[in-house]
Nanobody, 118 residues
């Protein structure tokens, strides 16, 4: 069992940056692929980024490539999402998730709201 808690969301202006954090407790984080996904009222939950257990491999959705960076600190059981050049269309609830592979998410955090004003 893994318990995930996100933090770092907020209200920013277009072009600003935010860093989201996901603190994990329970099993060692290095066991899992970690991901960030986001949800808006008019869209299904959307994949944003994922990182392998070792941190050696990352994947990004096309809309965030070049702007967002996912990273992890397994010693401190924390995953990060650095978001730069934010756009209004990035507005969403951002969720941290853990699973055995990218696309299979067994554990979820409660979400953190990111709002980008134009």
């Amino acid at each position: 069992q893994v318990h995930l808690v996100e933090s770092g969301g907020g209200l920013v202006q277009a072009g600003d940056s935010l860093r989201l954090s996901c603190a994990a407790s329970g099993r060692a984080l290095s066991t899992y692929v970690m991901g960030w996904l986001r949800h808006t009222p008019d869209k299904d939950r959307e994949f944003v980024a994922a990182i392998a257990g070792s941190g050696s491999t990352t994947n990004y959705a096309n809309p965030v490539k070049g702007r967002f960076t996912i990273s992890r600190d397994n010693d401190n059981n924390t995953v990060y999402l650095q978001m730069n050049s934010l756009k209004p269309e990035d507005t969403a609830i951002y969720y941290c998730a853990a699973g055995p592979w990218n696309g299979r998410w067994d554990f979820w955090g409660q979400g953190t709201q990111v709002t980008v004003s134009s």
